[in-house]
C-alpha cells in the first residue's frame, strides 16, 4: 500500500504515541510480579497457585499477537491499536477489583489478549509512518528501546505503589496512564490498512495455532516443576507436535494464511529471526536469574535490586539510537554481529559472579549486555519489517513478537534447568572430594550448607558460560545475513 508520507513533527508525535503504548503494556507484565506476595496473602492461595496468574498471561500473549497483527493489516491497525488499548484498560481495572484467583485469572487473560495487539500493530505503524531507511530504523530503535525502560522501571514503580497503597495500586494505576495513551493514538496515529483484503479470516489457523503454542508455552514455564520427563510435560509435547502439523496443513491450503510460510523461504529473514531468538534467550534468561543472585546470595531487597537495572536501561536507551545512526552506512548484519558479540561479552562477565562480589559486578556486565543488545534492537526490528511487502507487515512483525516471546520463555526454561542440573552435580563433586574430620552435628550441618552455597555458585558459573557461547553463536549466524543496498543507502534490497 502507498502512504503519503507525513509531515516530520507529525511522524515522531506517531512514534511517541506507540511508545507510551508498548512501554504500559511492558511495564505492566514486570509490575505484577512484585504483587504476587500481596495477591498470595490477600487470596490465601499457594506460591503454585499464583503461578498460574503469570503462565495464563504468558499463554494468551503468545497465543494472540499473530491474530492481532493479521488483523491489522486487514481491518487497519489503528483500529487494532485502538480496540487493544480500550481493552486492556478494561482488563487493568478488572484486575484491579478482582476478588480470588480465578476471576484474576481470567482478567489477566484479557489484559494480556489486550496487550498482544500492541507489538504487531506498533511495528506496522512505525514501518508505513516512517520511510525505509534510516529514519525508519532510528525510530524503531528508540521504540525498541521502551521495552528495557519498562523493564527496568517495572520495579521501581512497583514498589513505591505497593508499600503506600496496595497491590491494587499496580493495575488501576494503567486507567489514568491507559487514558492519556489513547486520546493521543485517537489524536496522532493515522489509520492504514493492507491493499490486500481478506475474505475468510483463517479461523481454523488461528485455532491450531493457539492450541499447539498454548501446549510449548505451557511446558516450558511449568516444566522445571512437572519435571521435563513427566507425563504432563510429555502430554504437551504431544499436543504441540500434532497441533502443529494440522497448523502447517491448514496454512498450506488456504489462500490467506494467518502466518505465511513464505517468509521462510526467504534467508534473509529466516537468519533475522534465528538471531532474535538466541539473543533475547540469552538476554530474558539472564535477567531471569540476576535478581535471584542479588536477592539470595548478596542480601539485596527487591527496590535495591530494581535499582541495579537502572545503568542497564540507560545503556539501552543510548545505544538504541545510537545503533540506528549507522543505518545505510554500515551493513545491518555488520552491526547486529558486532552487537550481539557485546551481549555475549556482557552474560559471560556473569560468570565471576561470587557471593563477595558487589553491586558493581551486576551493573558492568548488565551495562555491558544492554550495550550490545540495544545496538543492534533497531536493525534487527527494521530489516523484518523492510523485508516483506508493506501489507504483510503486521504479519511479519506478529512472527517476530512471537518468536521472541518463545526465546524469552524458552531461555527461562533452559537457564533454569541447566542451574538446578549443575547444582546437583556440583554437590556430588563437591562431596566426593571433601572431607571432613568432625563428627560434631553443628560442623557437618555447616559442611554441608558450604557445600550448597559453592555447588550453587559455581551453577551460576555453568549457566553464564553456556549462555555466552549460545549468544556468540548468535553473532556468527547475524554475519548469514545477506542484503544489498543502493547508492543513497536509504532503500535496502535484500536477497537470499
Not at 240 to 250: E, N, P
Not at 316 to 330: D, E, R, W, Y
Not at 385 to 406: F, M
Amino acid at each position: 500500500m502507498s502512504e503519503k508520507p507525513l509531515v516530520p513533527n507529525h511522524q515522531w508525535l506517531v512514534l511517541v504515541t506507540v511508545i507510551v503504548g508498548t512501554f504500559l503494556g511492558r511495564l505492566d507484565q514486570t509490575i505484577v510480579n512484585l504483587a504476587l506476595p500481596k495477591i498470595i496473602q490477600d487470596f490465601g492461595i499457594t506460591v503454585s497457585s499464583a503461578g498460574w496468574i503469570a503462565t495464563a498471561y504468558i499463554l494468551a500473549n503468545a497465543i494472540f499477537v499473530p491474530i492481532w497483527g493479521k488483523l491489522g493489516d486487514t481491518i487497519g491497525r489503528k483500529k487494532v491499536y485502538v480496540l487493544g488499548f480500550v481493552i486492556f484498560i478494561l482488563g487493568s481495572v478488572l484486575a484491579g477489583l478482582a476478588w480470588n484467583l480465578s476471576s484474576m485469572i481470567v482478567f489477566r487473560i484479557i489484559q494480556a489478549i489486550a496487550g498482544s495487539a500492541d507489538y504487531p500493530t506498533a511495528m506496522a505503524i512505525i514501518a508505513v509512518t516512517f520511510p525505509a531507511g534510516k529514519q525508519r530504523t532510528q525510530a524503531l530503535g528508540l521504540w525498541s528501546a521502551s521495552f528495557a525502560a519498562a523493564a527496568v522501571f517495572g520495579p521501581l514503580i512497583g514498589g513505591p505503589l505497593i508499600d503506600n497503597f496496595s497491590w491494587r495500586s499496580v493495575f488501576l494505576i494503567n486507567l489514568p496512564v491507559g487514558i492519556i495513551g489513547l486520546i493521543m493514538a485517537l489524536v496522532y496515529i493515522k489509520e492504514s490498512v493492507s491493499e490486500k483484503k481478506t475474505v475468510i479470516f483463517d479461523w481454523w489457523g488461528a485455532i491450531t495455532l493457539g492450541i499447539s503454542l498454548s501446549a510449548l508455552v505451557l511446558v516450558l514455564d511449568r516444566g522445571i516443576d512437572w519435571g521435563w520427563l513427566s507425563l504432563n510435560s510429555f502430554m504437551a509435547y504431544a499436543c504441540m507436535i500434532i497441533f502443529s502439523l494440522i497448523f502447517y496443513r491448514v496454512e498450506k491450503n488456504i489462500s490467506e494464511p494467518i502466518i505465511d510460510f513464505k517468509f521462510f523461504k526467504m534467508g534473509t529473514f529466516v537468519n533475522t529471526l534465528m538471531n532474535n531468538f538466541v539473543v533475547f534467550m540469552g538476554m530474558m534468561g539472564g535477567i531471569f536469574l540476576i535478581p535471584i543472585f542479588a536477592s539470595t546470595y548478596l542480601g539485596l531487597d527487591a527496590t535495591q535490586t530494581g535499582l541495579l537495572f537502572m545503568p542497564m536501561a540507560f545503556m539501552m536507551m543510548v545505544s538504541s539510537p545510537l545503533g540506528g545512526h549507522f543505518a545505510g552506512k554500515i551493513q545491518p548484519r555488520y552491526i547486529i554481529a558486532a552487537s550481539t558479540f557485546v551481549a555475549a561479552i556482557g552474560l559471560f562477565l556473569f560468570s565471576f559472579l561470587d557471593p563477595k562480589s558487589t553491586i558493581w559486578d551486576i551493573i558492568i556486565p548488565l551495562s555491558v549486555m544492554a550495550f550490545g543488545l540495544g545496538f543492534g534492537m533497531a536493525q534487527r526490528t527494521s530489516l523484518i519489517a523492510s523485508i516483506v511487502p508493506e501489507n504483510e507487515v503486521g504479519i511479519a512483525s506478529s512472527i517476530l513478537a512471537l518468536v521472541r516471546n518463545i526465546a524469552g520463555a524458552f531461555g527461562i526454561a533452559l537457564f533454569g534447568t541447566i542451574l538446578s542440573s549443575a547444582t546437583k552435580t556440583n554437590v556430588l563433586n563437591l562431596a566426593n572430594n571433601s572431607i571432613l574430620h568432625s563428627s560434631d552435628p553443628t560442623i557437618v550441618g555447616q559442611f554441608v550448607s558450604l557445600i550448597i552455597l559453592k555447588a550453587q555458585v559455581l551453577a551460576y558459573s555453568t549457566v553464564f558460560h553456556i549462555s555466552s557461547l549460545i549468544v556468540l553463536i548468535g553473532a556468527g549466524l547475524a554475519l548469514l545475513i545477506k542484503i544489498k543496498e543502493n547508492k543513497n543507502g536509504e532503500n535496502i534490497v535484500f536477497i537470499d
